[in-house]
């Protein structure tokens, strides 16, 4: 049977997130248009993220994960943004204020071999580096963060995540174009 570059089959369901509108701060004509994430299904309870042709993520039962900087700093970074955005979107759901990380910043440690994302000292996800798929020196980093059991919409927290990284992307080419 054909599969696609995630390996799931054609005949897969495939779900299509919302596309985020253009902040009015844009002024590049080019970055108005954020792709909405395309979610294929494996039908084992796993999924694929993609922004068009780009494999961006996964959900693997209660883990989510999403590729794409350059560097480890760059993917810790993004994994405190895709973390606060994960806590105020639970805050919400129980309509309190989000729970601060009181001033502690996400960090990494080796344990075992594996690159582990903690938060004062407890284990809440990982560091991930993949080759990219033309083969070069350059590795694909990424986070894989580890939802607590009260998520139990691990897709739902998926487009969370993302939506609170292209804004986040966003206002980071902003600040970059003098405009922040």
């Not at 693997?60 to 700093?73: C, K, N, P, T």
């Not at 989000?98 to 440690?109: D, I, K, N, V």
């Not at 020196?137 to 998926?158: C, K, Q, S, V």
């Amino acid at each position: 049977m054909h599969t696609n570059a995630c390996g799931a089959s054609p005949y897969q369901q495939r779900v299509t997130g919302v596309a985020m509108p253009a902040t009015p701060f844009t002024r590049n004509p080019r970055k108005e248009f954020v792709m909405s994430m395309s979610i294929f299904e494996y039908g084992d309870g796993r999924f694929r993220l993609f922004h068009g042709d780009r494999e961006v993520g996964w959900v693997e039962g209660r883990a989510i994960g999403f590729v794409g900087w350059e560097s480890e700093l760059l993917a810790l970074r993004a994994a405190t943004v895709a973390y606060d955005a994960l806590s105020d979107w639970l805050a919400r759901q129980r309509r309190q204020e989000a729970a601060p990380r009181r001033g502690r910043t996400l960090r990494s440690r080796t344990d075992g071999g594996e690159r582990l994302i903690t938060l004062g000292g407890v284990a809440i996800g990982r560091l991930v580096a993949t080759p990219f798929p033309d083969g070069g020196d350059y590795r694909n980093h990424g986070f894989e963060l580890t939802l607590p059991p009260r998520i139990g919409a691990a897709l739902t927290a998926a487009q969370i995540v993302d939506a609170s990284l292209a804004r986040h992307r966003a206002f980071a080419e902003l600040a970059l174009d003098g405009v922040g």
